[in-house]
């Protein structure tokens, strides 16, 4: 096996994030898990919302912000005063990356515009997250995870399909477009190292939820068809999906018809040479049927048991998890997808998950948790060259 190398791929790039909450952390999140130094740009009386985000406190301190705020500094600037703006000026010459997650037109009140940064240093990237993008009729709108999730068809499909729509427990619109960002940002440094020159990549939510939407538009627009709502199962897709158990629920994916003469094996039938379900197509229009006759088989068996066979039959299948089973997770301790983080803010560990996706010769790691407000701010202004005295003139100004 490869011995890694002791430097990470991102080892050397300065990275200000400006953003708040998910889509634009989630970006400084990417890369700083890779090693980058990413700065945490916080006004000193309005931090960042998600530091006080999430169901569970520890110490009257997110755990949440542990994970989301990892291998990050956190410098605190007042970016509505024009020291603070200053400041920021002077940071990004040093910088590599800027990102920033606020409402279109923001950076451009405060001065702060592409135009501007690039002047102070061409080779700047600026990774722009927006719920609409920065051009269009409503890029002026704000923008939320659940908005883009809706305007880009995702909500339109999640749920019953006799109830309204639903949605995941998690903002997937805004996970997906942090790493559509890191996604773009890595693209622009590619560039920039054949030409010098940095650029703008502008990452808008709704058109990163409907690049994962596969053929939803050309099925409408040149069939008539329209997607809807399905529950637990994909349409004509089949056999996939929840089977209940004794003790709880598996997934079995069995749509493909090898997969499918395997599971039919597994519990002992002919469906594979039924006409109803020999094909694809077949599966397709007796899917409900189909699910019937497998959970009827599923239900007198527990989880252990079906998946158990599952495995020996090489039939695609797996648990159900909540949290409580993935931290016991033998596959996921191996793998280190879980991984546990000493945060001193909380004064315990953190189980969060690791760094995705794994690199062989330059992997990524996870070296802090969330910072407390402002705990590098004197740190970074001194090597920007700011003496105590001025630090401490900027802080009674509310500066920093």
Same mark, same amino acid.
């Given at each position: 096996m490869t011995e890694p190398i002791v430097q990470p791929p991102l080892s050397g790039l300065r990275v200000i994030e400006l953003g708040q909450l998910i889509a634009g952390p989630f970006c400084g999140q990417l890369l700083g898990d890779f090693g980058a130094e990413v700065i945490k740009v916080e006004a000193p009386d309005r931090p960042d919302p998600a530091r006080d985000w999430g169901a569970v406190k520890v110490n009257e301190q997110s755990v949440f912000w542990a994970i989301i705020a990892r291998n990050k500094k956190s410098l605190t600037l007042n970016l509505?005063?024009?020291?603070?703006? &200053?400041? /920021?000026?002077? /940071?990004?010459?040093?910088?590599?990356? %800027?990102? =920033?997650?606020?409402?279109? @037109?923001?950076? =451009?009140?405060?001065g702060l515009s592409p135009e501007v940064? $690039?002047?102070?240093?061409?080779? %700047?990237?600026?990774?722009?997250?927006?719920?609409? @993008?920065?051009? @269009?009729?409503?890029? $002026? *709108?704000p923008g939320y995870a659940s908005v883009g999730e809706a305007k880009g068809g995702l909500r339109h499909l999640i749920g019953e399909p006799d109830r309204p729509p639903a949605r995941a427990g998690v903002s997937l619109g805004d996970t997906m477009t942090g790493t559509f960002a890191a996604l773009g940002t890595m693209m622009a440094l590619f560039h920039r190292e054949k030409s010098g020159r940095g650029q703008v990549v502008d990452a808008a939510i709704y058109e990163s939820v409907l690049a994962f939407m596969e053929s939803l538009l050309p099925e409408y627009a040149l069939g008539g068809h329209t997607r809807e709502r399905s529950g637990g199962i994909l349409p004509r897709i089949a056999p996939s999906g929840a089977y209940p158990c004794s003790d709880g629920m598996v997934i079995i994916g069995a749509n493909q018809d090898t997969l499918f003469q395997r599971l039919s094996d597994m519990i002992g039938t002919d469906w594979a040479t039924d006409a109803r379900y020999a094909t694809h197509d077949a599966r397709g229009e007796n899917q409900l049927e189909l699910d019937e006759m497998i959970s009827d088989w599923t239900r007198d068996r527990s989880m252990q048991e079906v998946l158990r066979l599952?495995?020996? $039959?090489? +039939?695609?299948?797996?648990?159900?998890?909540?949290?409580?089973? !993935? /931290? +016991? &997770? &033998? $596959? !996921? *301790?191996?793998? =280190?997808?879980?991984?546990? +983080?000493?945060?001193?803010? /909380?004064?315990?560990?953190?189980?969060?998950?690791? +760094?995705?996706?794994?690199?062989? %010769?330059?992997?990524?790691?996870?070296?802090s948790t969330g910072p407390a407000l402002g705990q590098d701010t004197r740190a970074i202004l001194d090597v920007l060259g700011y003496s105590l005295e001025d630090q401490a003139a900027l802080r009674d100004q509310n500066v920093i």
């Open positions: 509505r005063l024009e020291k603070g703006q &200053d400041i /920021l000026k002077r /940071l990004v010459s040093t910088a590599d990356i %800027l990102v =920033e997650n606020f409402r279109p @037109g923001t950076l =451009e009140k405060w940064l $690039h002047q102070i240093n061409p080779r %700047l990237v600026i990774t722009r997250v927006s719920g609409y @993008g920065q051009s @269009g009729p409503e890029s $002026h *709108k599952c495995e020996a $039959h090489a +039939v695609p299948s797996g648990p159900v998890n909540t949290a409580k089973e !993935m /931290l +016991v &997770d &033998d $596959h !996921m *301790k191996a793998r =280190e997808a879980i991984l546990k +983080v000493f945060s001193p803010l /909380l004064g315990t560990d953190v189980p969060m998950q690791g +760094v995705v996706p794994k690199l062989d %010769l330059t992997p990524g790691s996870i070296n």
